[in-house]
């Protein structure tokens, strides 16, 4: 112990001074000095023995590890500051351009690369070297510090070619000013959204298609359905023909979708197709049945047509067209009965088809009584125009009158030999008999006139009568005798009676009425004073009551000169105080009127004057709420004079009808709008796509919202129809998502069952082939039900991988324990069992190894290794063998940038074969590194 420190190395000088003095001697050249000289570098506590190794070293490789890992901020800065000297060209460790480009492609963090690249753009003139460097940092503000500032046409160009965010695009434009660059991002813009715009549009074609197709499940006409089938057929493989473009997932989910909706309308054709051809044969039957009650109809007018239009003078070409149209009417009944028709409505139509027979073949006989009526037509007219003529004498107009008579005898007899007198005829024998009529009639009537003014008058005198209007019935009778006195005697006789009764009472009346005047206006004065002394609750009916008196004084007759005149003035004067204070309330009442009446009457001047000054810019929707209120203003003023109110309504009118007249306009154009809304909301009703649908009526009614009122009545029916319309569409969509979601609900119940129906026991290939189809299920469902079925996938997975790992670590302890045995020679005879447990890679290390093809470090260094490598203790003898281990793999480490592991020392200390008497110490060393690390076997 005392010579080791004497004569120790002084690189293991506990003084930093030894030390450095050390490193100036140590040459780089050596192996043994590089290896003291990387020992001092990476594991000397003192910063300046660190700084002075490396420098001897004089590694570029080296600084930069240093400036990587170094503890100390001295060593820190130092190394760093050499490594951007070396980057730079400068210094004694300066890089080449190739090292740099090597250097920074290979090695190079990417916070280097950045800082190397922003303070040298002239390495961008590479253009290879650039996309390198691109790659390997990878971040989008470095891509575009490199575009922006590479003075590299082609690099940029290959930039914007590669780029596929339209974002980025776009912010490189804005720190651009060079046109053909710009012209470039701009194009490359445009392709992508042109590429982004396709998969999206043929999405669109495929949904609306594919919905179409779906919408044939609807329809229940085979003959359409299996033309439309076909014409989407045909456009569908013109769209898949596309489908090259869209994502695997969408294009196997349209495929998908394509087949079941194929199946689907198949299945749907072959299920309607009986009903369908049963409802043809229905409606083949009905047009027929149609087409006979056409034809029916037809020949009934034929028929007709025959006997009113040209029964006198028919040729035998038209009985022969019209007896064409009969035939047409029995071969469609001949059809219907082909058809199977047993309808009642054919017998009827039979029956009908019968009859016009039947006319038709007593035609012959019709037409000679046509024609005898044609000439006694004839002399019908003759009669009527001497008739009717002025210079007849009564004598002759009387012969003439018997001669008429006769003749419309003798026309109607013959008429009513005919099945249907002809209109032409029929009208001109009215036209005949017209002027004859008349004459009589006017004479008539003016004798019946005369007779009802007459009754006229009597009811009036009778009326005058019961209401006590004696005077006036009287005076009105006067002029009824006279009246009835100019009466003809033919007519008197009419009205006798009533005439007589009506004489009667006035003549009772004029010998009453001296007798009842006098103890009535006593009576009439005292209910007036009674009137007056009773308090004034209504007003109307005070009025009334105090015209109701004066009329009943008024009808009382002026006594004769034998009566009391003095006391009959006196009972005037009481009755006419008497009313006139009964009115006195009326008076006060009607005066109040007439103060509600002026401020009703200024009111309404204010009012109009406030529309006269409503501001000729105002906005129709501010003067549709000034006018309502002003309107409401004028309607809740009180009554006025009707003259005066006559002429504020002609001012009001100036004043608003103009105004209303716009606000009318506006509203009528908001009708117009919101009439297109309710259009397009009642279109969207016929939509395939209601998702769709529901979207663009969401639109609508904002537009909805945007549009001023459309008038009262109006904007009520138009909303109460847009409403309606928006409601029948969002109620199919919640019954679309609600069958969708329960449909996929459904299937993901299913999903689940299958789920729980994998074993995690089974091999990858099983197990893959079972969750597969699972996995391209759920991307067909939404998110909700997706996500569960994703969860429960994952638990699958964990316990898969849990087991897994269980069995991964069974295998490797069972390696562990098989190797060592094998080590130990045991038991032979268990070896090749042991053997097949190892493994392939392992077993054929055992069987294989030989002294011939040893590493060249020997088992010693080797078992060294292997416990550095797997962290376990070595012996105290070999500590130094130990150090110099842990120096060689760092170096390694730091050269070729990784350490050797343990899983290739132990398979190079295997390759020197079976273990010596000598090695059992390192036998049962490494046995217990292979116990406590079993999975460097893995």
């Known amino acids: 112990m005392i010579f080791s420190r004497i004569f120790a190395p002084s690189h293991t000088s506990q003084k930093p001074e030894k030390r450095l003095e050390a490193i100036e001697k140590l040459s780089p050249e050596k192996p043994q000095d590089k290896t003291i000289l990387h020992e001092l570098a990476f594991n000397d506590d003192n910063a300046d023995v660190s700084l002075a190794a490396l420098a001897k070293l004089n590694s570029f490789v080296l600084w930069q590890k240093m400036a990587q890992i170094a503890k100390s901020t001295k060593v820190k800065k130092a190394a760093q500051h050499c490594v951007n000297e070396a980057i730079s060209g400068k210094g004694s460790a300066a890089l080449s ?154 294009k196997q989910e349209f495929e998908e979708k394509r087949s079941k909706i194929t199946e689907q309308v198949t299945r749907y054709v072959d299920r309607i197709r009986p009903a369908w051809e049963e409802k043809q044969k229905s409606a083949v039957l009905a047009n027929t049945q149609a087409l006979c009650e056409q034809q029916l109809t037809h020949a009934k007018e034929q028929v007709g047509w025959l006997f009113n239009t040209r ?44 009859g016009l027979n039947t006319k038709l073949e007593a035609f012959s006989m019709q037409q000679q009584y046509g024609q005898k009526l044609l000439s006694r037509l004839n002399v019908v007219e003759d009669v009527a125009q001497k008739l009717n003529s002025a210079d007849v004498s009564d004598e002759q107009k009387r012969d003439l009158r018997s001669e008429f008579d006769t003749a419309i005898e003798e026309y109607s007899a013959i008429s009513r030999e005919l099945i249907a007198q002809p209109k032409a005829l029929l009208q001109r024998f009215k036209v ?53 006195a100019s009466l003809p005697e033919s007519l008197k006789k009419d009205i006798d009676k009533r005439f007589q009764k009506t004489a009667d009472d006035i003549a009772r009346l ?98 109009i004057e406030k529309v006269a000054s409503v501001p000729e810019d105002i906005e129709p929707t501010e003067l549709s709420k000034t006018l309502d209120r002003l309107a409401k203003q004028w309607r809740a003023c009180g009554q006025v004079e009707k ?48 998702s769709d649908a529901a979207e663009s009526a969401q639109q609508l009614q904002q537009e909805w919202k945007r549009i001023g009122h459309a008038g009262k009545r109006e904007e009520s029916r138009l909303w109460a129809e847009f409403k309606a319309s928006n409601d029948a569409i969002f109620e199919r969509l ?52 997706r996500v569960k079925l994703e969860r429960k996938l994952e638990t699958l997975f964990k316990q898969r991988e849990s087991m897994q790992r269980e069995h991964d670590t069974k295998v490797i302890e069972a390696r562990a324990h098989a190797i060592i045995r094998l080590l130990q020679n045991d038991e032979p005879e268990a070896r090749e069992e042991l053997l097949e447990t190892l493994g392939k890679r392992w077993s054929n290390l055992l069987t294989n190894a030989s002294a011939s093809n040893a590493p060249r470090h020997d088992r010693a260094w080797l078992t060294v290794a292997l416990e550095v490598a797997s962290g376990m203790p070595s012996p105290q003898s070999d500590v130094s063998v130990r150090s110099s281990v842990q120096l060689q793999m760092m170096t390694a480490k ?12 132990l398979s190079d200390w295997l390759q020197h074969g079976e273990v010596k008497e000598d090695e059992s110490g390192l036998l049962q060393r490494v046995v217990t590194i292979i116990d406590n ?5 893995a």
């Open 432 to 484: 005949a008999t017209k002027q004859v009529r008349a004459d009589e009639k006017a004479a008539k009537s003016k004798h019946q006139d005369e007779l009802r003014h007459v009754r006229k008058q009597i009811s009036i005198v009778d009326n005058l009568v019961s209401q006590g209007k004696f005077r006036a019935a009287m005076a009105k009778f006067k002029k009824l005798s006279d009246n009835v």
């Open 933 to 937: 690390n079993p999975s460097m076997l």
């Open 311 to 354: 029964l006198c003078d028919a040729t035998l070409a038209d009985v022969a067209t019209v007896n064409e149209s009969v035939r047409g009417v029995e071969a469609t009944l001949e059809q219907l009965g082909q058809l199977g028709s047993n309808d009642k409505r054919v017998d009827e139509i039979q029956l009908a088809v019968d």
């Open 734 to 785: 919640k019954t679309q998502r609600k069958a969708q979601t329960s449909e996929y609900t459904e299937q993901a119940e299913k999903l689940l069952s299958s789920i729980a129906s994998i074993s995690v026991e089974g091999d990858d290939s099983t197990f893959q082939s079972a969750v597969q189809p699972i996995q391209e299920a759920m991307l067909a469902l939404p998110k909700p039900q």
């Open 643 to 690: 003259q005066a109110y006559e002429q504020l309504k002609v001012e009001w009118k100036a004043v608003f009808s103009p105004l209303q007249k716009r606000v009318y306009a506006w509203q009528s154009d908001n009708q117009a709008l919101k009439q297109r809304l309710v259009d397009k909301v009642n279109a969207l009703q016929d939509s395939d796509d209601i």
């Open 510 to 607: 004029e010998g009453w009425q001296s007798y009842i005047a006098a103890p009535r206006k006593p009576a009439l004065v005292e209910q007036a004073k009674e009137l007056a002394a009773t308090p004034a609750e209504n007003i109307k009916q005070r009025s009334e009551s105090i015209k109701y008196l004066r009329s009943q004084w008024l009808s009382l007759n002026t006594p004769s000169a034998g009566d009391n005149e003095q006391e009959n003035a006196a009972l005037q004067q009481d009755f006419d105080n008497a009313l006139e204070k009964a009115f006195e309330p009326c008076r006060e009442h009607y005066a109040r009127l007439d103060a509600e009446r002026a401020a009703a009457l200024e009111l309404r001047r204010s009012i």
């Open 894 to 905: 730091l050269e070729q940038g990784e350490a050797p592991e343990a899983q290739e020392i």
């Open 97 to 250: 351009a190739e090292e740099k480009s090597s250097f920074l492609q290979e090695t190079a963090s990417a916070d280097v690369i950045i800082d190397v690249v922003q303070r040298e753009p002239e390495l961008l003139g590479n253009t290879e070297l650039a996309f390198a460097l691109l790659a390997k940092v990878d971040k989008p503000s470095f891509t575009q510090h490199v575009f922006l500032h590479a003075n590299n046409g082609q690099l940029q160009r290959q930039l914007i070619s590669s780029q596929s965010q339209t974002n980025t695009l776009q912010k490189w434009a804005k720190k651009l000013s060079d046109s053909s660059t710009l012209d470039a991002i701009n194009s490359r813009i445009d392709e992508i959204r042109a590429a982004e715009q396709k998969p999206v549009e043929l999405k669109k074609q495929l949904t609306l298609c594919l919905s179409k197709y779906r919408a044939l499940l609807d329809k229940a006409d085979v003959e359409q359905v299996v033309d439309l089938q076909s014409s989407y057929h045909s456009e569908l493989e013109g769209l898949f023909a596309q489908a090259g473009i869209l994502s695997t997932d969408d």
